[in-house]
T-cell receptor, first 111, second 115 residues
Framework: SQQGEEDPQALSIQEGENATMNCSYK?????LQWYRQNSGRGLVHLIL?????REKHSGRLRVTLDTSKKSSSLLITASRAADTASYFC???????????FGSGTQLTVLP | DTEVTQTPKHLVMGMTNKKSLKCEQH?????MYWYKQKAKKPPELMFVYSYEKLSINESVPSRFSPECPNSSLLNLHLHALQPEDSALYLC??????????????FGPGTRLTVL
């Protein structure tokens, strides 16, 4: 079953702009992960943030986690056309031991 | 080798056919997963194998039958599928089951069409 919702569902920006995607989830979690999926392909892991962390960086990616609001955001800075993909948050709910994906955000970066 | 491979890339089958999807990883991971993904939707978990034993079956119909012959291989046997089973089938692996700080490594998927 789907644990999280993401917004926006779709986002279109110009190359060089920043892109922000949000994820909300329902139950307590052990960690939250972000994945990217290019059209019709497998998913690629981007970053993992633990429930006791508030912010994490990896290259042009910045992830925040607010467990009191049960929400996370993914910021991609200085976007490139190659960043065009679907982005999914995924959580490991506290009571379960399997990854549950959010609804996803389709990001289009226009050259 | 940090790759998960899946064969075939594409599969078209009739409702009376029997076919198999294959997945392989050589990263020494002890957890392997099958997901089903419909267009514009997130992946949905079908099965989890942990140390070559089936640990999670998400109420998947019996026309899907998983098999884990060894720690590197995962199969999904298909029989008497329905057109609504058409989807992208993704295999993934991780060091241990999700719940620890483990990322999952995904294969490229098999695009299945059931006629």
């Amino acid at each position: 079953s789907q644990q999280g919702e993401e917004d926006p569902q779709a986002l279109s920006i110009q190359e060089g702009e920043n892109a922000t995607m949000n994820c909300s989830y329902k139950t307590s979690i052990n960690n939250l992960q972000w994945y990217r999926q290019n059209s019709g392909r497998g998913l690629v892991h981007l970053i993992l943030i633990r429930s006791n962390e508030r912010e994490k960086h990896s290259g042009r990616l910045r992830v925040t986690l607010d467990t009191s609001k049960k929400s996370s955001s993914l910021l991609i800075t200085a976007s490139r056309a190659a960043d065009t993909a679907s982005y999914f948050c995924a959580t490991v709910p506290g009571s379960a031991r399997q990854l549950t994906f959010g609804s996803g955000t389709q990001l289009t970066v226009l050259p | 080798d940090t790759e998960v491979t899946q064969t075939p890339k594409h599969l078209v089958m009739g409702m009376t056919n029997k076919k198999s999807l294959k997945c392989e990883q050589h990263m020494g991971h002890r957890a392997m997963y099958w997901y089903k993904q419909k267009a514009k939707k997130p992946p949905e978990l079908m099965f989890v194998y942990s140390y070559e034993k089936l640990s999670i079956n998400e109420s998947v119909p019996s026309r899907f039958s998983p098999e884990c012959p060894n720690s590197s291989l995962l199969n999904l046997h298909l029989h008497a599928l329905q057109p609504e089973d058409s989807a992208l089938y993704l295999c993934a692996s991780s060091q241990v089951r999700a719940g620890a700080d483990n990322e999952q490594f995904f294969g490229p998927g098999t695009r299945l069409t059931v006629l």
